[in-house]
């Protein structure tokens, strides 16, 4: 592929920009992680979620929803790009001390996006992409993808979510923060947004709110965990049901204030708002029937929510049944902002704005959806239609090993055997491998698979090498 500078692509793309909506929506992003299909209110969970299930009523849920990938920071690369993330730098989880993987600078992302189009763009919460203040100091920081603000952890909050000490504000480390991740998170936004305020700054605007709520290690209010008490449920344990209700009814808590300020401020009518989670739960419990949880491939790891409000824009009440994901964000916020991405770009997503918008006649999906993790048993998969494929490895690492960069010319250049195939409308649970029953579609998909996989790993880093 012919290296063409990241500003080349955008100046192009203004070029080439067509019709854009009367007015560019402010927009946010509200993403959680590790949470469930089965979580929240408005998909049938069991935790107390107003402010997230308003998102709902006043706008479009989507019935089918999956994350880019079954962990964070590919899911993550994923949906900052609209590319499969292995085209962008990420393997697998990024683990900082042993791994030199980051998104890469070269990459297109939502905010640089923006950013051409006339937006102020900030960054708050979970980042999990690479930073440059471990062993590999090369990595590049959110702003040379296009933030103007962050405040961030590199992965978790630790030591869990009551009183972070790994805050990072613009580059500076800010020491143990009082209170809750999410309401630290949120704070921090509604500071940055009555700043602009104050300073008389414009919208458009657009926030990346990335939770650390439900992931491990956690903690939440007392008042946020007694209501999901059972018995035997202390809400202490590491593993409670109680404390990760807990922790979920916390973040809908702090999204509550941020809705407030919204309205108050008379910004809700023309913002866009974005809900999902990073990948499926943790917790078996928490996926509904679904088969597999967080790190398979199989549908509890990949579903997740999906929700998006609009009231200017986008239909209220509305559920939609056409799966879609996070690796269509891009292509959809290209479309209402008018912005057209070079050719030279490829896209694994499909704009969602026909679905959104009332006219479901004009989506096409543009290719299969596609995941590859390393550590999943299943270690590729694709959905198209009704139908997933998913496949193991025809080749062995060490059993419980975590990613190695070293593994990544296997990745790349072997294959896959024992395709597993499924019906999602009529067996979503993922029990009747049709493979030996259907070998006429198991071919056509797996072509299908194989192809999209060629074109992904042509464009996978080498890291492993020394001059990476």
Same mark, same amino acid.
């Given at each position: 592929?012919?290296?063409?500078?990241?500003?080349?692509?955008?100046?192009?793309?203004?070029?080439?920009?067509?019709?854009?909506?009367?007015?560019?929506?402010?927009?946010?992003?509200?993403?959680?992680?590790?949470?469930?299909?089965?979580?929240?209110?408005?998909?049938? *969970?069991?935790?107390?979620?107003?402010?997230?299930?308003?998102?709902?009523?006043?706008?479009?849920?989507?019935?089918?929803?999956?994350?880019?990938?079954?962990?964070?920071? =590919?899911?993550?690369?994923?949906?900052?790009?609209?590319?499969?993330?292995?085209?962008?730098?990420?393997?697998?989880?990024?683990?900082?001390?042993?791994?030199?993987?980051?998104?890469?600078?070269?990459?297109?992302?939502?905010?640089?996006?923006?950013?051409?189009?006339?937006?102020?763009?900030?960054?708050?919460?979970?980042?999990?992409?690479?930073?440059?203040?471990?062993?590999?100091?090369?990595?590049?920081? =959110?702003?040379?993808?296009?933030?103007?603000?962050?405040?961030?952890?590199?992965?978790?909050?630790?030591?869990?979510?009551?009183?972070?000490?790994?805050?990072?504000?613009?580059?500076?480390?800010?020491?143990?923060?009082?209170?809750?991740?999410?309401?630290?998170?949120?704070?921090?936004?509604?500071?940055?947004?009555?700043?602009?305020?104050?300073?008389?700054?414009?919208?458009?605007?657009?926030?990346?709110?990335?939770?650390?709520?439900?992931?491990?290690?956690?903690?939440?209010?007392?008042?946020?965990?007694?209501?999901?008490?059972?018995?035997?449920?202390?809400?202490?344990?590491?593993?409670?049901?109680?404390?990760?209700?807990?922790?979920?009814?916390?973040?809908?808590?702090?999204?509550?204030?941020?809705?407030?300020?919204?309205?108050?401020?008379?910004?809700?009518?023309?913002?866009?708002?974005?809900?999902?989670?990073?990948? *499926?739960?943790?917790?078996?419990?928490?996926?509904?029937?679904?088969?597999?949880?967080?790190?398979?491939?199989?549908?509890?790891?990949?579903?997740?929510?999906?929700?998006?409000?609009?009231?200017?824009?986008?239909?209220?009440?509305?559920?939609?049944?056409?799966?879609?994901?996070?690796?269509?964000?891009?292509?959809?916020?290209?479309?209402?902002?008018?912005?057209?991405?070079?050719?030279?770009?490829?896209?694994?997503?499909?704009?969602?704005?026909?679905?959104?918008? *009332?006219?479901?006649?004009?989506?096409?999906?543009?290719?299969?959806?596609?995941?590859?993790?390393?550590?999943?048993?299943?270690?590729?998969?694709?959905?198209?239609?009704?139908?997933?494929?998913?496949?193991?490895?025809?080749?062995?690492?060490?059993?419980?090993?975590?990613?190695?960069?070293?593994?990544?010319?296997?990745?790349?250049?072997?294959?896959?055997?024992?395709?597993?195939?499924?019906?999602?409308?009529?067996?979503?649970?993922?029990?009747?491998?049709?493979?030996?029953?259907? =070998?006429?579609?198991?071919?056509?998909?797996?072509?299908?698979?194989?192809?999209?996989?060629?074109?992904?790993?042509?464009?996978?880093?080498?890291?492993?090498?020394?001059?990476?």
């Amino acid at each position: 592929m012919k290296m063409i500078s990241k500003n080349h692509f955008l100046y192009g793309a203004l070029l080439f920009t067509t019709a854009m909506f009367a007015k560019d929506p402010n927009i946010i992003f509200l993403l959680a992680d590790d949470l469930g299909l089965r979580d929240v209110g408005c998909y049938g *969970g069991p935790i107390r979620t107003p402010a997230i299930d308003s998102l709902a009523e006043k706008g479009t849920r989507f019935t089918t929803f999956y994350s880019g990938s079954a962990v964070c920071s =590919p899911s993550r690369a994923t949906m900052l790009t609209g590319r499969q993330h292995i085209r962008t730098g990420i393997y697998s989880w990024v683990h900082e001390p042993s791994q030199k993987s980051h998104l890469l600078e070269r990459e297109v992302t939502i905010p640089e996006v923006l950013k051409e189009q006339g937006y102020s763009t900030a960054h708050f919460g979970k980042w999990h992409l690479g930073l440059p203040y471990g062993k590999h100091k090369n990595k590049p920081t =959110p702003d040379k993808h296009g933030f103007d603000y962050w405040f961030l952890t590199e992965n978790n909050a630790s030591p869990n979510h009551k009183n972070p000490y790994n805050f990072i504000r613009n580059g500076t480390p800010i020491g143990k923060t009082k209170g809750y991740s999410c309401r630290i998170v949120i704070d921090e936004a509604l500071d940055w947004l009555q700043k602009r305020q104050m300073e008389n700054h414009e919208p458009p605007f657009f926030l990346n709110i990335w939770f650390h709520e439900p992931h491990k290690k956690m903690a939440a209010p007392d008042e946020c965990i007694y209501p999901y008490l059972t018995d035997g449920d202390t809400g202490v344990g590491k593993d409670s049901a109680a404390l990760y209700s807990g922790t979920i009814d916390n973040t809908d808590r702090a999204i509550k204030e941020l809705l407030h300020y919204l309205e108050e401020q008379n910004l809700m009518e023309d913002t866009l708002i974005v809900y999902s989670s990073d990948n *499926g739960s943790f917790r078996s419990d928490r996926v509904g029937v679904l088969k597999g949880k967080k790190g398979s491939n199989y549908e509890g790891g990949l579903r997740v929510p999906g929700i998006f409000c609009w009231p200017a824009k986008i239909r209220s009440g509305i559920q939609i049944e056409e799966p879609a994901g996070l690796v269509d964000l891009m292509a959809t916020i290209c479309d209402f902002v008018g912005y057209k991405m070079p050719a030279e770009i490829h896209m694994d997503g499909s704009s969602l704005q026909p679905l959104l918008t *009332g006219a479901p006649q004009n989506f096409k999906r543009l290719q299969p959806f596609f995941w590859h993790f390393a550590e999943s048993k299943q270690i590729v998969g694709i959905r198209d239609g009704n139908y997933s494929l998913l496949a193991y490895p025809d080749y062995e690492f060490s059993k419980g090993e975590k990613f190695n960069e070293a593994w990544i010319p296997t990745i790349k250049e072997e294959g896959y055997r024992d395709f597993e195939l499924y019906d999602l409308v009529n067996d979503p649970m993922q029990e009747d491998d049709l493979a030996k029953q259907r =070998p006429e579609l198991l071919l056509s998909l797996k072509n299908k698979l194989l192809k999209i996989n060629a074109s992904v790993m042509a464009e996978g880093s080498d890291w492993h090498l020394d001059s990476q």
